[in-house]
């Protein structure tokens, strides 16, 4: 089932890079309008279907969709504001989209309820169709088109979305398959890094390139995007490691609605704060509280044990979630301030780069963080079963404790002595997991902690440059000595 998210980051990021030109020639809405009816003809006809290939062309079919709608998403919010209130509706947009992953666990239980996974599909399908009916109702102001599609494109396409996929594939997998006993995984890296190396030499010499190599490479462009892929990292933690605990702790998404309840107030706390900050335009003060929070909110996390339960999370994955609405809205101000001074002409890029950005470092994060959970459950259970010696007294009187709980249904003790090696091995395995998670969190801080310190050497620098500047510019022209 893995393969669903699989296909749809690979066909969300390939789509959102190539808005750009799509945008140019034929329209943001013209797109939506051709690609929703698709997604929702393999919606409906994976309702009858019920096979796992429907389940991935449908979930293919919605990474499309879901790129045109994200762009279309920020510029009804812009248009929506007056064009000097235009930064808040980016912000406001932005926290749109955000709020869909929390509330999707709360109302998911009673869709399931209701109607099994078809719930699901009947919802994202109803979804579709309001969104289909939105952008033909209320139009967005039209745009001037031009042609922006040139030879080679086809070609170049078909590398990048070759080289994004097989990533995809690796990342989403290894960590199922593991890195080093499935040699068809390094196969797909090395035939992603092929696509890609052969996509950027051909795009390189285009007049008219798919995407705009050269300005993706800026200074400003490479430190957004390093910014990016760090937070996405650490902020892996909240699915990864906090909700990913719990569910191996044995509880469910219904049992844990008051979090996720938490996490979307955190969300709007963090957006609330960021509008604050905008008329001053300090942007970059809202990373450094966001690292902060983060930081705080692992080591809170570092300390669980088996008896942690969901209400022990309150606190911290709300700092998580604040912290995850500010950075993402802060880095979005900061570079869309970017956009403004090359002129606007880079703005759907920067969006499409945003968003597909923001998924593949989300894979990254995700596919380390589990790789690091499991190294760590494997050494923590080599090193607690080497502890548990058959003469040791303790060891013998817990084994009898656990048997004991079969003595009514079981008269056989060897029988019972099976169950209770079978029961420790368990409670073992669950002892050694949230060590392992513990460890996660502890990652998560350090990484974050190191982030800070860059970010602030990083701009320490900046200030020490232009004082040392600002004696050269501010000193005045001394006139010339006359007799």
Same mark, same amino acid.
């Given at each position: 089932?893995?393969?669903?998210?699989?296909?749809?980051?690979?066909?969300?990021?390939?789509?959102?890079?190539?808005?750009?030109?799509?945008?140019?020639?034929? &329209?943001?809405?013209?797109?939506?309008?051709?690609?929703?009816?698709?997604?929702?003809?393999?919606?409906?006809?994976?309702?009858?279907?019920?096979?796992?290939?429907?389940?991935?062309?449908?979930?293919?079919?919605?990474?499309?969709?879901?790129?045109?709608?994200?762009?279309?998403?920020?510029?009804?919010?812009?248009?929506?504001?007056?064009?000097?209130?235009?930064?808040?509706?980016?912000?406001? &947009?932005?926290?749109?989209?955000?709020?869909?992953?929390?509330?999707?666990?709360?109302?998911?239980?009673?869709?399931?309820?209701?109607?099994?996974?078809?719930?699901?599909?009947?919802?994202?399908?109803?979804?579709?169709?309001?969104?289909?009916?939105?952008?033909?109702?209320?139009?967005?102001?039209?745009?001037?088109?031009?042609?922006?599609?040139?030879? $080679?494109? $086809?070609?170049?396409?078909?590398?990048?979305?070759?080289?994004?996929?097989?990533?995809?594939?690796?990342?989403?997998? &290894?960590?199922?398959?593991?890195?080093?006993?499935?040699?068809?995984?390094?196969?797909?890296?090395?035939?992603?890094?092929?696509?890609?190396?052969?996509?950027?030499?051909?795009?390189?010499?285009?007049?008219?390139?798919?995407?705009?190599?050269?300005?993706?490479?800026?200074?400003?462009?490479?430190?957004?995007?390093?910014?990016? +892929?760090?937070? #996405?990292?650490?902020?892996?933690?909240?699915?990864?490691?906090? *909700?990913?605990?719990?569910?191996?702790?044995?509880?469910?998404?219904?049992?844990?609605?008051?979090?996720?309840?938490?996490?979307?107030?955190?969300?709007?706390?963090?957006?609330?704060?960021?509008?604050? *900050?905008?008329?001053?335009?300090?942007?970059?003060?809202? $990373?450094?509280?966001?690292? +902060?929070?983060?930081?705080? &909110?692992?080591?809170?996390?570092?300390?669980?044990?088996?008896?942690?339960?969901?209400?022990?999370?309150?606190?911290?994955?709300?700092?998580?979630?604040?912290?995850?609405?500010?950075?993402?809205?802060?880095?979005?101000?900061?570079?869309?301030?970017?956009?403004?001074?090359?002129?606007?002409?880079?703005?759907?890029?920067?969006?499409? +780069?945003?968003?597909?950005?923001?998924?593949?470092?989300?894979?990254?994060?995700?596919?380390?963080?589990?790789?690091?959970?499991?190294?760590?459950?494997?050494?923590?259970?080599?090193?607690?079963?080497?502890?548990?010696?058959?003469?040791?007294?303790?060891?013998?009187? #817990?084994?009898?404790?656990?048997?004991?709980?079969?003595?009514?249904?079981?008269?056989?003790?060897?029988?019972?002595?099976?169950?209770?090696?079978?029961?420790?091995?368990?409670?073992?395995?669950?002892?050694?997991?949230?060590?392992?998670?513990?460890?996660?969190?502890?990652?998560?801080?350090?990484?974050?902690?190191?982030?800070?310190? +860059?970010?602030?050497?990083?701009?320490?620098?900046?200030?020490?440059?232009?004082?040392?500047?600002?004696?050269?510019?501010?000193?005045?022209?001394?006139?010339?000595?006359?007799?």
């Amino acid at each position: 089932m893995s393969w669903l998210t699989t296909v749809y980051f690979a066909t969300n990021i390939t789509a959102s890079i190539v808005l750009t030109k799509i945008r140019y020639q034929y &329209g943001l809405r013209r797109f939506a309008d051709f690609v929703i009816p698709i997604y929702l003809l393999l919606a409906l006809a994976h309702l009858f279907a019920q096979h796992l290939g429907s389940a991935i062309l449908v979930r293919a079919a919605m990474g499309v969709a879901a790129a045109p709608l994200s762009s279309l998403a920020f510029l009804y919010m812009v248009q929506a504001f007056p064009a000097e209130k235009a930064t808040y509706g980016i912000v406001l &947009g932005f926290a749109g989209l955000q709020l869909g992953a929390p509330l999707s666990r709360i109302i998911s239980e009673d869709l399931l309820q209701i109607g099994q996974w078809h719930g699901l599909h009947m919802i994202d399908a109803g979804l579709a169709i309001l969104c289909f009916a939105a952008i033909n109702v209320v139009r967005l102001r039209p745009m001037p088109t031009q042609q922006m599609f040139a030879k $080679g494109d $086809g070609i170049v396409f078909m590398l990048y979305a070759a080289a994004n996929a097989l990533l995809c594939v690796v990342l989403a997998q &290894g960590r199922l398959a593991w890195w080093t006993d499935a040699p068809w995984l390094g196969i797909c890296l090395a035939a992603s890094v092929a696509c890609f190396g052969v996509y950027a030499i051909i795009e390189l010499q285009r007049e008219k390139p798919l995407i705009d190599l050269r300005w993706l490479v800026t200074p400003f462009m490479l430190r957004f995007l390093g910014a990016v +892929v760090l937070f #996405r990292i650490v902020l892996s933690e909240q699915t990864v490691g906090a *909700v990913g605990m719990m569910n191996t702790l044995g509880f469910t998404n219904d049992q844990m609605h008051p979090l996720f309840m938490w996490i979307t107030a955190g969300t709007i706390a963090g957006f609330g704060l960021t509008l604050l *900050v905008v008329p001053s335009k300090r942007f970059g003060i809202l $990373g450094d509280i966001a690292l +902060v929070l983060i930081i705080i &909110g692992a080591l809170m996390d570092s300390d669980s044990t088996t008896l942690t339960r969901p209400h022990d999370f309150y606190v911290s994955q709300t700092l998580l979630a604040a912290a995850s609405a500010m950075f993402l809205s802060s880095a979005l101000l900061q570079g869309f301030m970017h956009v403004i001074a090359g002129g606007m002409k880079n703005l759907i890029s920067f969006l499409a +780069v945003f968003s597909g950005g923001q998924a593949l470092a989300g894979l990254i994060g995700q596919a380390w963080l589990s790789t690091l959970l499991v190294d760590h459950q494997r050494l923590y259970y080599a090193q607690l079963v080497e502890r548990m010696q058959g003469s040791d007294p303790l060891v013998a009187q #817990r084994l009898a404790q656990l048997g004991g709980a079969y003595a009514s249904n079981l008269n056989d003790a060897s029988a019972r002595g099976a169950q209770a090696v079978v029961l420790l091995s368990q409670q073992i395995t669950q002892q050694a997991t949230v060590l392992a998670y513990n460890d996660l969190f502890h990652a998560v801080a350090l990484i974050s902690t190191l982030g800070f310190f +860059v970010f602030a050497g990083v701009k320490t620098h900046r200030w020490h440059r232009a004082r040392r500047a600002a004696p050269a510019i501010a000193a005045p022209t001394l006139p010339a000595a006359t007799n």
